[in-house]
């Protein structure tokens, strides 16, 4: 392969190598990082950091130390509007070879240290970015549509590109593979990742993932007209228990066992016309109209004059969450999205949706730019890459249908299931809640498991998977490959993962 056929990365890669006067098997000093000239980007430090303490930016570490690193931060302007912040860490000894870029969340403007020093503290080369922005709101879009470019997918790209050149001057050679590790906006940074630019990653975890982001911000919109719709209609949040507790007792046994979780939600057929009080309304039972809210919750939004599905409901098992979508405000990501994007107007009601003119003008909008659900990962595929999604069933922010919709929608594309599994896997994680938490068992290792089949050729068939409680594994279970479930063997603790098998 000749120079000018390399990757973008890999010619930057040479080139900076070449201007530092260095050759691929000659490191450099992290302060000689400043002098690399790179195309639309400065340099704006490079320290060495010793392993005393963590930089002021990583909060909530109970470690008191880290190993040294190298790190450097930079400005991309790949625009005339883009102001773009990088920062790349890269091991100073014991670096494991590999490069891990790190996502953000909701409308982020900063860079995830936190989800930087884990990757550091495993060994890899890591990145990450602020999107092109300040702040946590969709404010900065508003008469930038570069700036909303450069958070939809240009960032993202810019960042991996210049982090790889930086890791291989460091180093004097690239990484032997590159990874994306991200969860909800940053699940949805993996997908368009894989397929925007096929080439930039060997391996994609994508968690949560909002990849239909004006589904999502529409359906939140659909819930909160719901519960909005008079003050009857509200929902307390002090009547979410009843709630779940009803749907457990309806749907906890179709799996074959009784845990408290539901292993599969799209089998349960809960309506919650049963709550409805009988008498005086109290915190165990739903008025009429409340309960027509909560089947507002579960359902599709759809278009009132066509009919046509728009994006999934919640599912059965996520009523603990639902001051997410259905509390006293709607969601603030969704109002963002029509204020500052759709309606140009900062002070736009949410009443006024309406799901048979506006939608329409919403997908022409977006011409694939915030959503990330373009079927094809065929190129992705063909160069090898590997991608792992995977997605709570009691997420009550991002509709874990929409995994389903999305996995469906490759399978489709690609001509059948075993024209994908050897490429994509999905993972259904029963109880979890948004990127974690919930009763079910939400703790694994999803990098683990992509670094071996990338690097092994070992695909997962399982993820091991624990919940813990005041700090003490009590469950343990296999999480499978969609559509398989776990299902107990009839013997043993329901606790133990051992006595779960994943079948379809």
Known sequence: MTDSKLPRGNCLLLAA???????????????????????????????????????????????????????????????SDSDIKVEVWMPAADWNGDFQAVGNGG???????????????????????DTGHTGSSASFALEHPEKLIDFAYRSEHEMTTLAKAVIGAFYGDAPRFSYWNGCSAGGKQALKEAQRYPGD?????????????????????????????????????????AIHRAVLKACDRLDGVEDGVLENPSRCSFDPVVLECKGAD???????????????????????????????????????????????????????????VVFANPNWDFHTLNFDQDMETIEKLDRDRLN??????????????????????????????????????VVKEMGGAAKVEDSYRLFMVPGMAHCGGGDGTSTFDMMAAMQH????????????????????????????????????????????????????
């Open 17 to 79: 190598i070449a201007l530092l006067g260095a050759t691929p098997a000659a490191a450099q000093t992290c302060e000689a990082m400043a002098k690399l000239t790179l195309p639309h980007a400065t340099i704006t430090l490079a320290e060495s950091v010793s392993a005393a303490a963590w930089p002021a930016a990583v909060t909530g570490r109970a470690e008191s130390s880290h190993p040294p690193f190298c790190r450097v931060a930079a400005t991309l302007k790949p625009s």
């Open 107 to 129: 409308w982020s403007g900063a860079i995830n240290y936190n989800a930087m020093a884990s990757a550091l503290l495993k060994g890899y080369a890591t990145s990450s970015t």
């Open 201 to 241: 990653f060997d391996g994609i975890v994508a968690g949560s993932p909002a990849g239909n982001w004006t589904g999502r911000a529409a359906q939140a919109i659909w819930v909160a007209q719901a519960v909005h719709k008079d003050e009857a209609s509200y929902i307390p949040p002090e009547k979410y228990p």
């Open 282 to 340: 109290g915190p165990e039972c739903l008025t009429h109209p409340q309960a027509e809210a909560a089947r507002k919750i579960y359902a599709w939004s759809t278009n009132p004059r066509t009919k046509q599905k728009l994006y999934p409901g919640l599912a059965p098992g996520s009523e603990l969450g639902w001051g997410t979508w259905g509390g006293a405000k709607p969601l603030s990501i969704a109002l963002d999205y029509f204020r500052y």
């Open 372 to 409: 990330a659900t373009d079927p094809n990962l065929k190129p992705f595929f063909v160069r090898g890459g590997k991608l792992i999604q995977y997605h709570g069933w009691s997420d009550p922010q991002i509709s874990p249908g929409n995994s389903v919709e999305y996995y469906t929608s």
């Open 453 to 504: 089949w990338v690097e092994d050729k070992h695909p997962p068939d399982h993820i091991d998977a624990s919940r813990v409680r005041d700090g003490k594994v009590d469950r343990t279970r296999p999480l499978c490959p969609y559509p398989q479930t776990a299902v107990y063997k009839g013997k043993g603790s329901t606790d133990d993962a051992a006595n779960f098998a994943c079948r379809p």
